[in-house]
């Protein structure tokens, strides 16, 4: 197990950072750490009860080893790997390809890469999706058809497209061996035309949300078919799983991240959880968190029936960029937000800055340093400033860019995420807002089933009657 270890430092969501009535007093936390362990047994009943695959499957050697094995195999057969997927179907394996391989992976000669192109193609705009489609030689690509459920309506609408393009473009029957198919093991769509046509295809639990599914075939097939550690991975992960098998909230990361940012938004009105890498290979990390916490909390009712109240929207932020964008508003306008920064100990490639123009101090002065010390000075005192002026803030510190640390920071998330639900009451595990939006989709599209749907819309469009449009 790597010695590699995430830590996380929440000093400026206190009163003793930000001063008197700006922040929370230790006395809240220990107020929490009944209903703490009361979740936490919840936690661990579900786990007995078969609930929470995103945590048994990191613990499956029986799931890993074909997973490294298949990754391995297309490493070697294939030139591109392009997955079709959309939310949790794309944005884990984005998030692991943004972190762990080169920054110009993509753009590399096969001898300097560790395994395949891959493009992660988790939207239909189609002046993307159809140029995408133009650059990469069909004879050299794999496509991994990505839906646990085999309904998602982009996903199979990508399928037939490409699908269509391989038959022009290879010759009738051959395009098959261009696919596989990601989805449930029993049901759906998808499934079904895989056991009846024959197309390769790797199973998902049925009962695996999306948004969890970064540790499954989902994420990592992508991630060893790129040339990424899967082992060393799924190591941070059980590394951080271990730390997070602790009923008490200051000794357990996840519990404790979730106790603040409740109590920040109970007690102190911040509504607003932003999620700021300081680094560009953690960008696909902010998506990633932005979804899992958005779709798990975001709901109008709890487990009892009653109104919920509703969780902090999460919005995305990448150091320094947004220091020079976002930040104002942060500092002077509503205190309504809470800033986790993600800060890095150890960059592979620190740049050293020359020493130039040292008869000129407002210029000279960063010569003989480096440019990950000034990313890093720029993060801590941003960090610095937001306190000084009683703006709520934490800080996740990695030692390195790592499988380890990103196997632990990714399980860490989604931990917390399961706590957080437990303390606002709600199911972290299904999304009713979203399935609305499809069933509507489907109506509108033509889909069998869905009259009523499409009836719906009709009349919402009468009714507007384009009254407000410009």
């Given at each position: 197990?790597?010695?590699?270890?995430?830590?996380?430092?929440?000093?400026?969501?206190?009163?003793?950072?930000?001063?008197?009535?700006?922040?929370?007093k230790?006395?809240?936390?220990?107020?929490?750490?009944?209903?703490?362990?009361?979740?936490?047994?919840?936690?661990?009943?579900?786990?007995?009860?078969?609930?929470?695959?995103?945590?048994?499957?990191?613990?499956?050697?029986?799931?890993?080893?074909?997973?490294?094995?298949?990754?391995?195999?297309?490493?070697?057969?294939?030139?591109?790997?392009?997955?079709?997927?959309?939310?949790?179907?794309?944005?884990?394996?984005?998030?692991?390809?943004?972190?762990?391989?080169?920054?110009?992976?993509?753009?590399l000669?096969?001898?300097?890469r560790?395994?395949?192109?891959?493009?992660?193609?988790?939207?239909?705009?189609?002046?993307?999706?159809?140029?995408?489609?133009?650059?990469l030689?069909p004879?050299?690509?794999?496509?991994?058809?990505?839906?646990?459920s085999?309904?998602?309506?982009?996903?199979l609408?990508?399928?037939?497209?490409?699908?269509?393009?391989?038959?022009?473009?290879l010759g009738?029957?051959?395009?098959?061996?261009?696919f596989?198919?990601?989805?449930d093991?029993?049901?759906?769509?998808?499934?079904?035309?895989?056991?009846?046509?024959?197309?390769?295809?790797?199973?998902?639990?049925?009962?695996?949300?999306?948004?969890?599914?970064?540790?499954?075939?989902?994420?990592?097939?992508?991630?060893?078919?790129?040339?990424?550690?899967?082992?060393?991975?799924?190591?941070?992960?059980r590394?951080?799983?271990?730390?997070?098998?602790?009923?008490?909230?200051?000794?357990?990361?996840?519990?404790?991240?979730?106790?603040?940012?409740?109590l920040?938004?109970?007690?102190?009105?911040?509504?607003?959880?932003?999620?700021?890498?300081?680094?560009?290979?953690?960008?696909?990390?902010?998506?990633?968190?932005?979804?899992?916490?958005?779709?798990?909390?975001?709901?109008?009712?709890?487990?009892?029936?009653?109104?919920?109240?509703?969780?902090?929207?999460?919005?995305r932020?990448?150091?320094?960029?947004?220091?020079?964008?976002?930040?104002?508003?942060?500092?002077?306008?509503?205190?309504?937000?809470?800033?986790?920064?993600?800060?890095?100990?150890?960059?592979?490639?620190?740049?050293?800055?020359?020493?130039?123009?040292?008869?000129?101090?407002?210029?000279?002065?960063?010569?003989g340093?480096?440019?990950?010390?000034?990313?890093?000075?720029?993060?801590r005192?941003?960090?610095?400033?937001?306190?000084?002026?009683?703006?709520?803030?934490?800080?996740?510190v990695?030692?390195s860019?790592?499988?380890?640390?990103?196997?632990?920071?990714?399980?860490?998330?989604?931990?917390?995420?399961?706590?957080?639900?437990?303390?606002?009451?709600?199911?972290?595990?299904?999304?009713?807002?979203?399935?609305?939006?499809k069933?509507?989709t489907?109506?509108?599209?033509g889909?069998?089933?869905?009259r009523?749907?499409?009836?719906?819309?009709?009349?919402?469009?009468?009714?507007?009657?384009?009254?407000f449009?410009?």
């Amino acid at each position: 197990m790597s010695r590699e270890i995430v830590r996380w430092d929440f000093n400026n969501m206190f009163e003793h950072a930000l001063g008197r009535g700006k922040g929370l007093k230790p006395s809240d936390i220990d107020r929490l750490r009944k209903r703490g362990r009361e979740i936490h047994g919840a936690i661990r009943e579900m786990r007995r009860a078969g609930t929470t695959p995103f945590y048994r499957v990191i613990f499956e050697d029986s799931e890993l080893a074909p997973i490294a094995a298949l990754g391995a195999e297309i490493r070697e057969r294939w030139e591109n790997l392009v997955v079709l997927g959309v939310g949790g179907s794309a944005l884990g394996a984005e998030s692991l390809h943004l972190a762990l391989n080169h920054p110009l992976h993509n753009w590399l000669p096969r001898e300097e890469r560790s395994g395949v192109r891959l493009f992660v193609a988790d939207n239909i705009d189609p002046e993307t999706f159809t140029s995408l489609l133009e650059y990469l030689e069909p004879s050299k690509t794999l496509f991994n058809v990505v839906s646990r459920s085999g309904e998602t309506a982009e996903t199979l609408a990508q399928f037939l497209i490409v699908r269509d393009r391989l038959e022009r473009a290879l010759g009738p029957g051959r395009g098959k061996e261009h696919f596989l198919l990601t989805t449930d093991a029993q049901a759906g769509p998808l499934r079904r035309v895989a056991e009846r046509e024959g197309y390769p295809s790797v199973s998902i639990a049925g009962e695996m949300v999306g948004r969890y599914s970064v540790f499954s075939a989902v994420g990592l097939l992508p991630a060893a078919a790129s040339g990424i550690d899967v082992r060393s991975l799924v190591a941070g992960a059980r590394a951080m799983a271990d730390r997070c098998d602790n009923p008490e909230l200051w000794e357990n990361p996840a519990y404790m991240s979730g106790a603040l940012h409740y109590l920040s938004q109970r007690r102190k009105g911040k509504r607003i959880r932003v999620i700021m890498p300081y680094s560009d290979l953690l960008t696909g990390i902010g998506e990633w968190f932005c979804q899992l916490w958005a779709e798990s909390l975001g709901k109008e009712r709890d487990v009892r029936g009653k109104k919920a109240l509703g969780a902090q929207c999460p919005v995305r932020a990448l150091g320094i960029t947004d220091q020079h964008s976002q930040l104002q508003l942060y500092m002077e306008g509503p205190d309504d937000k809470v800033v986790d920064f993600i800060r890095v100990q150890g960059f592979s490639k620190p740049a050293a800055i020359p020493r130039l123009y040292e008869g000129d101090e407002a210029v000279g002065y960063l010569g003989g340093r480096e440019l990950s010390e000034l990313l890093l000075a720029e993060e801590r005192a941003t960090e610095m400033a937001l306190a000084k002026k009683g703006r709520m803030n934490s800080t996740i510190v990695l030692d390195s860019i790592s499988p380890q640390t990103i196997g632990q920071i990714l399980f860490m998330f989604e931990m917390e995420t399961v706590f957080a639900a437990g303390l606002y009451r709600v199911n972290p595990f299904d999304q009713p807002g979203v399935e609305k939006g499809k069933r509507l989709t489907y109506g509108m599209m033509g889909r069998p089933g869905y009259r009523k749907e499409k009836q719906e819309v009709l009349a919402m469009q009468r009714k507007k009657k384009e009254r407000f449009v410009l």
